[in-house]
């Protein structure tokens, strides 16, 4: 990972350090509405995320479960643009200290302008990008434009990822690698796959220091085995299910429940 300073690596440290490991909640932008989205969030820190992850609605979002690819065509439908999402950065980041990382797809970015959107997206506070179907490979133009601006970049790793693809993401990402659990779409599922396990460990032999894992994490039960062996866990679909069926005081009760699981993993370490 790069040398400059990342403030979501640092949350991520520090979490460990006190004995847990770090909550990462996704929530889309706009969904039911610009203001509630922003509500969500703020709610989310207030009750024990440590990382904020916000989705930038998108037409075709493929590799969305069904829970947050209704959420995000209902936002789209409301009238949703780009300039939604760095308005509600601004106004999340106003009222806590979490880290707020975007979940995009590439296209919307390309279409902005890389540099624009990355110069945009550092103005309004937001911390880096998740991009999830874009490559290193591929991201020449978001690696120079986050250097020069500072920005996290969190790439993805998958089971199916070879050694060398694992070490291409890991060299890439600036934040943590976005550790995918299972093969497919996004959702809550009833038991986390043990290939998000295997995964980490072949991270972690090649030299991976900050692995955080998504896709089917809804329990506080799951979120204490993840950070048994990962950095940091990520919870989606279910924050937006509890979005969707009681709004943003159902978020923040869900948020209470998931951080309980994120306390006390290992003994913390001793200032140094």
């Given at each position: 990972?790069s040398g400059t300073v990342?403030?979501?690596?640092?949350?991520?440290?520090?979490?460990?350090?006190?004995?847990?490991?770090?909550?990462?909640?996704?929530?889309?932008?706009?969904?039911?509405t610009l203001t509630e989205?922003?509500?969500?969030?703020?709610?989310?820190?207030?009750?024990?995320?440590?990382?904020?992850?916000?989705?930038?609605?998108?037409?075709?979002?493929?590799?969305?479960?069904?829970?947050?690819?209704?959420?995000?065509?209902?936002?789209?439908?409301?009238?949703?643009?780009?300039?939604?999402?760095?308005?509600?950065?601004?106004?999340?980041?106003?009222?806590?200290?979490?880290?707020?990382?975007?979940?995009?797809?590439?296209?919307?970015?390309?279409?902005?302008?890389?540099?624009?959107?990355?110069?945009?997206?550092?103005?309004?506070?937001?911390?880096?990008?998740?991009?999830?179907?874009?490559?290193?490979?591929?991201?020449?133009?978001?690696?120079?434009?986050?250097?020069?601006?500072?920005?996290?970049?969190?790439?993805?790793?998958?089971?199916?990822?070879?050694?060398?693809?694992?070490?291409?993401?890991?060299?890439?990402?600036?934040?943590?690698?976005?550790?995918?659990?299972?093969?497919?779409?996004?959702?809550?599922?009833?038991?986390?796959?043990?290939?998000?396990?295997?995964?980490?460990?072949?991270?972690?032999?090649?030299?991976?220091?900050?692995?955080?894992?998504?896709?089917?994490?809804?329990?506080?039960?799951?979120?204490?085995?993840?950070?048994?062996?990962?950095?940091?866990?990520?919870?989606?679909?279910?924050?937006?299910?509890?979005?969707?069926?009681?709004?943003?005081?159902?978020?923040?009760?869900?948020?209470?429940?998931?951080?309980?699981?994120?306390?006390?993993?290992?003994?913390?370490?001793?200032?140094?």
């Amino acid at each position: 990972m790069s040398g400059t300073v990342s403030t979501v690596q640092q949350t991520i440290a520090r979490r460990r350090a006190e004995g847990g490991g770090a909550l990462i909640g996704y929530l889309p932008v706009g969904f039911p509405t610009l203001t509630e989205s922003i509500d969500a969030a703020v709610a989310l820190v207030a009750n024990g995320v440590d990382v904020i992850e916000l989705g930038l609605p998108y037409s075709d979002p493929v590799m969305d479960g069904p829970v947050i690819q209704a959420a995000t065509q209902q936002a789209l439908a409301n009238g949703f643009k780009l300039r939604h999402g760095f308005e509600a950065i601004k106004a999340i980041t106003a009222q806590v200290d979490a880290p707020v990382l975007v979940m995009t797809y590439w296209n919307p970015v390309v279409q902005y302008g890389v540099e624009r959107f990355a110069d945009d997206l550092r103005a309004s506070g937001g911390a880096g990008l998740i991009t999830p179907d874009l490559i290193p490979d591929e991201a020449g133009d978001w690696m120079a434009a986050s250097e020069r601006t500072g920005l996290d970049r969190v790439f993805l790793a998958a089971p199916s990822s070879s050694d060398a693809r694992l070490v291409q993401a890991i060299e890439a990402s600036r934040g943590f690698v976005y550790t995918v659990s299972t093969m497919g779409t996004t959702g809550a599922r009833a038991g986390v796959d043990a290939a998000a396990r295997i995964l980490v460990e072949r991270l972690r032999a090649v030299g991976c220091t900050s692995a955080c894992v998504g896709l089917g994490i809804s329990t506080p039960e799951q979120v204490r085995e993840i950070l048994g062996y990962a950095d940091g866990a990520i919870v989606g679909s279910a924050l937006v299910k509890a979005l969707t069926d009681g709004g943003v005081p159902a978020v923040a009760r869900l948020a209470l429940e998931l951080a309980a699981g994120a306390q006390n993993i290992r003994p913390a370490s001793s200032p140094t």
